[in-house]
């Protein structure tokens, strides 16, 4: 009998996490945080097109900020999805997605890698977007290696 208690728990101890584990989430995938692979279905599956056309809106939340639009286009080496957030909101999502601010010849905004390299997460300075209404995300997901 106590063999079947330890069996038992054993049991419980693996199947635990794996009933715990979400599926892929549209945020996951606004947050650059999936491969694209993953991203391509969990983006079809929210109705976003894959297709480069114009963006569609989407009720979805990224780092704590209101998306409302978005669009994707697949290459041959990587999927890129833009997506528009309140201009107002940049900073709280800069902070949030902990992107590292830059500036140089050619202009200034913030990136981060994510997924060793694979992904990337851009977006402009929030200085430069200080009259408009919205702000332009970019994430950009290798199939291969890093960007």
């Known amino acids: 009998m106590g063999m079947i208690r330890i069996a038992l728990s054993g049991l419980f101890l693996v199947a635990a996490p794996l009933a715990g584990a979400a599926e ?24 976003v097109p894959v297709d ?3 963006a569609k809106p989407v009720k979805a939340i990224a780092y704590g900020a209101s998306v409302r639009t978005a669009s ?3 290459s041959r ?4 999805l833009t997506y ?6 940049l900073g709280a999502f800069i ?3 902990k992107l590292e601010q ?12 994510l997924l060793d390299g694979r992904n990337a997460l851009n ?3 929030p200085d430069d977007l200080a009259d408009a209404t919205e702000a332009d995300i970019e994430c950009r997901m290798s199939f291969g290696g890093a960007l």
Do not use: F, M, N, Q
């Open 24 to 47: 892929p989430s549209l945020a996951d995938a606004l947050e650059c945080r999936l491969p694209a692979d993953t991203a391509l279905t969990v983006l079809a599956a929210a109705g």
């Open 52 to 54: 480069g056309t114009d």
């Open 72 to 74: 994707v286009y697949r």
């Open 77 to 80: 080496d990587e999927v890129g």
């Open 84 to 89: 528009h957030i309140p201009a107002s909101s």
């Open 95 to 97: 902070k949030a997605a």
């Open 102 to 113: 830059w500036e140089d010849e050619d202009g200034a905004g913030a990136h981060r890698a």
């Open 123 to 125: 977006t402009g300075h």
